[in-house]
């Protein structure tokens, strides 16, 4: 028997997550973070967690050094709203001497004044920007208090071009038929890597009250059926900066990582 441990979801990417605010204005319909506030655990209403509340204990905290690279936000994006406290926190972060992983559906701005605040750090920051698609309809259905796909698109080549490590989430998947195109009009602005995940738990996370949104989840839910992933896989495993999260990896028969933070 294999009693080797496996590791999922932030745990593929980092040793150890750090937030510092409550809620997040990005709204989006499929988020684990909002599911547990609301539905699982209560603390607060659905219509309640798109207002951005600062923690500002957590914001005054001084960092430790961790023992591998921290991913920062994960419950919450850096808005121009939360833009303050992020700063201070990432700033926090860098000054210990950690590896930061910066996950975002980028606000141009925000990204713009990162780069600008944080150009001595580029070695120990590396950006993730979450684009599920690049068709807009899709991701103002999904996401709908985030960035358009040129704003991201955008944040991503200004993060490239100043120099920083940059990366692409492409989980949850939002457009698989699409994925080809997708890809191939990110790469040429990423230099660690593009991770393809599918969205997890879908019928227990996002509520299917209307026409469009029992579509909107039999779209994904065809998009990522075994044997689409396996189509998916054969089509750009060999495509070097691709990597796979573990929703992908146990169907096509990949070991799944076994510590984490290895983010590979
Ligand atoms: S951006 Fe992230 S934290 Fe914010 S609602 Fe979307 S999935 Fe949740």
């Known amino acids: 028997m294999n009693s080797q441990k496996t590791v999922f979801g932030t745990k593929e990417w980092s040793v150890a997550s750090v937030n510092c605010v409550i809620g997040c204005s990005h709204n989006c319909r499929y988020c684990y973070a909002r599911y547990n506030a ?26 430790r050094q961790y023992p591998g690279t921290v991913m920062f936000p994960t419950t919450h994006d850096i808005t121009p709203e939360v833009m303050e406290p992020c700063v201070i926190v990432l700033r926090s972060l860098l000054e210990a001497g950690n590896t930061v992983l910066l996950v975002s559906k980028p606000h141009f701005s925000c990204i713009a004044s990162l780069c600008w605040d944080f150009g001595k750090y580029e070695g120990q920051l590396l950006f993730r920007f979450t684009i599920g698609a690049d068709d807009d309809r899709l991701l103002r259905y999904w996401e ?14 200004l993060a490239y071009r100043k120099g920083f490590r940059t990366s692409v989430s492409i989980e949850p998947m939002l457009d698989s038929p699409n994925i080809f195109r997708h890809v191939t009009n990110l790469s040429p602005f990423v230099t660690d890597s593009i991770w393809i995940g599918k969205l997890n738990n ?63």
Do not use: C
């Not at 539905?39 to 914001?59: E, T």
């Open 38 to 63: 609301t539905a699982r655990f209560h603390r607060m209403a659905p219509h309640q967690w798109p207002i951005m509340l600062v923690r500002s204990v957590d914001v005054r905290k001084k960092q």
């Open 144 to 157: 709908p208090g985030a960035s358009n796909y040129q704003e991201r698109l955008s944040s991503l080549r």
């Open 202 to 264: 879908i019928r227990s996370r996002v509520r299917a009250e209307t026409d469009e949104d029992r579509t909107a989840i039999k779209r994904i839910e065809d998009g990522q059926t075994n044997e689409r992933i396996f189509e998916i896989y054969n089509s750009l495993k060999d495509f070097p900066l691709i990597r796979w999260k573990d929703s992908v990896k146990k169907i096509v028969g990949i070991q799944a990582m076994s510590e984490p933070g290895r983010d590979e």
